[in-house]
């Protein structure tokens, strides 16, 4: 379970880029947090993996605060950014080797990587190619394959969808409707209204730091989501 209390983040220069963000996302849950660049969504995203310390409030992982343990709430959570960073000279299977290794996973076999790069739509030639010959869709992949092979609670998402063709974007959300039937928690920052109308349990916008509306599956499907989302997006912050 992902909580965020109070949680706030002011910058030296007097930036507030998240201001008391308040948030329960429960095992077995998607939620979907959408929002304009420079909404707040990456900063809660950066709380939640002690990128950066709040300035107050709390971020917890599973009920462990990531600020006072940051070492221990990286063992309930996986990450996947919009820029997957993985090691070029490595191919897509040592990659995820080396990241299960990293993460305390040392019995895992050549084919328990080759079907989880299956699961998340990886071409079966690549598995052995290095990551420097890779599209962005393709290490996005990757990345999403590492995050699913540490098998942590909870999945935090950055734009995942970028760079990703249709067929693999929807590849990719099948996959996490599985990870929730798993009972994982998922928060995904994304601005992509189609697909959180397609599997979001729950959806939050974001402006200008703050969570100013949310909404249930079943009270945003009743209503036009990218209206109230343009709705949001127009209004004045008072």
Known sequence: MLQAIDLTKRYEDGYLALDALNLEIKPGEIFFLLGANGA??????????????????????????????????KKHIAFVSENVMLYGNFTARQNLDFFARLG???????NDY???????????????????????GMRQKVGLAIA????????????????????????????????RDQGKSILMCTHDLFRAKTIADRVGIMKEGRLVMLRTREEFLQDDLERIYLDYMQEAIV
């Not at 002690?50 to 709430?73: V, Y």
């Not at 734009?159 to 599985?178: H, R, V």
């Open 40 to 73: 707040g969504k990456t900063t809660s995203i950066n709380l939640f993996l002690n990128f950066i310390e709040p300035t107050s409030g709390k971020a917890l992982i599973d009920g462990i605060d990531a600020t006072e343990q940051p070492l221990e709430t």
């Open 114 to 136: 080759y079907t989880v790069m299956r699961d998340v739509g990886l071409q079966e030639e690549a598995f052995e190619k290095k990551l420097k010959t890779f599209s962005k």
């Open 148 to 179: 699913i092979i540490k098998d942590a609670n909870n999945i935090l998402m950055d734009e995942p969808t970028s760079g990703l063709d249709p067929k693999s974007a929807a590849e990719l959300m099948q996959l996490l409707i599985n990870l």
């Open 104 to 110: 305390g996973k040392t019995n895992l076999t050549k």
